[in-house]
């Protein structure tokens, strides 16, 4: 069974997609975390984003995997929660649209998916390239403002408001505009509209597409 995900930066897929996970007691696959996981070890190897074949190389070379909790292992060490830094988040988006970097980590994700007996699927291109047959697919959208407001609550920091709302306005351009798996819904994704609803809400919404109402 592949339940796969896809939407904009800060919809709320993780939060959404770990909870479906959990209730239907599949594995969550945080494919963001790949190419944040690449990102990170791009910038500590002192590789420029901007070069293609040198991202490249880094994710065929790494062995990314998860725990049984979801969360991304980096050659086998937690990835949490460098991953996550601000320096990560302003890369990821130019490390990400490498044609070479995303061949390597889609091989990655379907090894993992195979060798499992159902997933949840989060993140951009699931529907459309990595599990184009996935069982269930959904496309979870939210405005930018919403999303912002979302981003600066988890951080306890309203006061940054702002940047955080131009980052991810910044990311969206940059995510939709690439050559290579740019962000859309795929025509037979299921449109869930997550703007003023709470994670609950959204979780008993694809939990009733996908057939099991909570
Ligand atoms: O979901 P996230 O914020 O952790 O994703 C980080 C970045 O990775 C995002 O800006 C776009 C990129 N990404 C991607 O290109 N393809 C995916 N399947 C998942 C994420």
């Not at 500590?44 to 990314?64: F, T």
């Not at 047959?133 to 999303?147: G, I, M, Q, S, V």
């Not at 025509?187 to 694809?206: F, S, T, Y």
């Amino acid at each position: 069974m592949i339940i796969a995900m896809d939407g904009p930066a800060g919809a709320g897929k993780s939060t959404v997609a770990r909870r479906v996970a959990e209730e239907l007691g599949l594995a969550f696959l945080d494919t963001g975390a790949m190419y944040r996981a690449v990102t990170l070890q791009v910038l500590e190897q002192g590789v420029h984003p901007s070069d293609g074949p040198g991202c490249a190389r880094i994710a065929e070379e790494l062995e990314l995997g998860f725990d049984e909790g979801g969360h991304i292992l980096i050659e086998g060490k937690p990835g949490e929660p460098d991953i996550r830094s601000r320096t990560v988040t302003l890369n990821v988006s130019a490390v990400s649209a490498h044609p070479g970097v995303r061949e390597a980590i889609v091989t990655q994700q379907r090894r993992i998916a195979s060798a499992l007996a159902g997933v949840v699927a989060e993140g951009r291109d699931t529907t459309t390239v990595v599990f184009p047959d996935a069982d269930h697919k959904f496309f979870l959208d939210a405005t930018c403002e919403e999303r912002a407001r979302r981003r600066a609550l988890q951080e306890s920091a309203p006061e940054r408001y702002e940047v955080i709302l131009a980052d991810i306005i910044r990311r969206d351009r940059l995510d939709t505009t690439r050559a290579h798996s740019p962000l859309t819904r795929a025509p037979d994704a299921q449109l869930i509209d997550a703007d003023g609803k709470g994670v609950e809400d959204v979780v008993r919404e694809i939990l009733a597409h996908v057939g099991r109402p909570s």
